[in-house]
C-alpha cells in the first residue's frame, strides 16, 4: 500500500483546523500538518492576487487520495481549492507504516 501526501491550503488557520480534524477524524489522512505563514501568488479573475493563507501537508495513502479530494471539495471554503497529491517514494519505513496502519 503506498503513501501519498497531499497538499492544500486554507484562508485562516480556523479553516485549517477544520479541515485537519474532519479528515483525522474520518480516517482520511494520518496526519495533518498546518503551517502558518504561506503567502500565495496566483491569477484569479484576470489580476494577480496576493493572499495569506495556511498550507496543509495531508499524509495519508495512495488509495485513500480519491477520497480525501472529494472531502475536501465538499468542506472547503473555497470555490476551487488547492488539492494536489504527491505519491512518497521513500522516507521512514517505520513513520510509513505508522501512517499506514492509521488508516486501517
Known amino acids: ?48 492576487e496576493k493572499t495569506a493563507e495556511v498550507q496543509l501537508l495531508i499524509k495519508t495513502t495512495a488509495r485513500k487520495s480519491a477520497a480525501v479530494r472529494r472531502w475536501i471539495e465538499e468542506h472547503h471554503s473555497y470555490e476551487v481549492p488547492e488539492i494536489i497529491s504527491l505519491r512518497v517514494s521513500a522516507g521512514s519505513a517505520r513513520y510509513l507504516s505508522w501512517i499506514k496502519k492509521s488508516l486501517r
Open 1 to 48: 500500500m503506498a503513501v501519498a501526501l497531499l497538499l492544500t491550503t486554507a484562508p485562516n488557520s480556523r479553516m485549517g483546523k477544520r479541515l485537519a480534524e474532519g479528515l483525522v477524524q474520518n480516517r482520511l489522512a494520518a496526519c495533518v500538518t498546518i503551517l502558518k505563514g504561506a503567502l500565495s501568488v496566483y491569477r484569479w479573475g484576470g489580476k494577480v
